[in-house]
Nanobody
Framework: QDQLVESGGGLVQAGDSLSLSCAAS????????MGWFRQAAGKEREFVAA????????YYSPSVKGRFTISRDKSKNMGHLQLNNLKPEDTAVYYC?????????????????WGQGTQVTVSS
């Protein structure tokens, strides 16, 4: 069954780090671009970061650029998001997503597979 499963969320203090992982059970996972989105309570889902299927190009939201790093390990069918210098405004449910058909990877409509999400809470 095609699915994405996130892990690594938790409760941390401002300035701390977290590492999120996304285990992908997809056919030909190397043919997918991967992305991370987040949704805070009462807000719309927003783009965080994306990485192309080749792994050669990455994209970040201005709010996380320089603090978060996206990567992928194609040999293990895994995606990762390293979150450094976390801020209370980073508190949200973080979703992993995979896109097979291309498009603007900064938009949710580009993705055809989604995980269930993992909660990240940053206290001040």
């Amino acid at each position: 069954q095609d699915q994405l499963v996130e892990s690594g969320g938790g409760l941390v203090q401002a300035g701390d780090s977290l590492s999120l992982s996304c285990a992908a059970s997809l056919r030909s996972v190397s043919s997918y671009d991967m992305g991370w989105f987040r949704q805070a309570a009462g807000k719309e889902r927003e783009f965080v970061a994306a990485i192309t299927r080749s792994g050669l190009s990455t994209y970040y939201s201005p709010s996380v650029k320089g603090r978060f790093t996206i990567s992928r390990d194609k040999s293990k069918n895994m995606g990762h998001l390293q979150l450094n210098n976390l801020k209370p405004e980073d508190t949200a449910v973080y979703y992993c997503a995979a896109a097979s058909v291309g498009g603007d990877l900064r938009t949710a409509r580009a993705y055809n597979f989604w995980g269930q999400g993992t909660q990240v809470t940053v206290s001040s």
